[in-house]
């Protein structure tokens, strides 16, 4: 049984950092994509980064460019996400997933396993 687990979130200020950490089971995920995403209360939820299989490959939108940072080590099957300068719109529960494919992808439809989320919230 393929299995994701989330850890790291939590509340942070303005200006803060958080690590997130996911810890996949089940099955070996090093040929797989691995992507990150959040969901904030009342909004659909949305790519945030991605990252290719072998690790060397990572893509994300604008507002997060320069702020998060996606990584993998799959002799762990384990991706992170170092977040930066996290501000209050940045709130949200944050999912891990694995992709259908190799290649880093933004489109969610392209993810098939996914975690439980951790939640993240920025405030002072």
């Known amino acids: 049984q393929v299995q994701l687990v989330e850890s790291g979130g939590g509340l942070v200020q303005p200006g803060g950092s958080l690590s997130l950490s996911c810890s996949a089971s089940?099955?070996?995920?090093?040929?797989?994509?691995m992507g990150w995403f959040r969901q904030a209360v009342g909004k659909e939820r949305e790519f945030v980064a991605g990252?290719?299989?072998?690790?060397?490959?990572?893509n994300y939108p604008d507002f997060v460019q320069g702020r998060f940072t996606i990584s993998r080590d799959n002799a762990e099957n384990t991706v992170y996400l170092q977040m930066n300068s996290l501000n209050a719109e940045d709130t949200a529960v944050y999912y891990c997933?694995?992709?259908?494919?190799?290649?880093?992808?933004?489109?969610?439809?392209?993810?098939?396993?996914w975690g439980q989320g951790t939640q993240v919230t920025v405030s002072s």
């Open positions: 997933a694995v992709a259908k494919t190799s290649r880093a992808t933004t489109d969610i439809g392209e993810y098939h396993y």
């Open positions: 089940g099955r070996t995920f090093s040929n797989y994509a």
């Open positions: 990252i290719n299989a072998p690790g060397n490959i990572a």
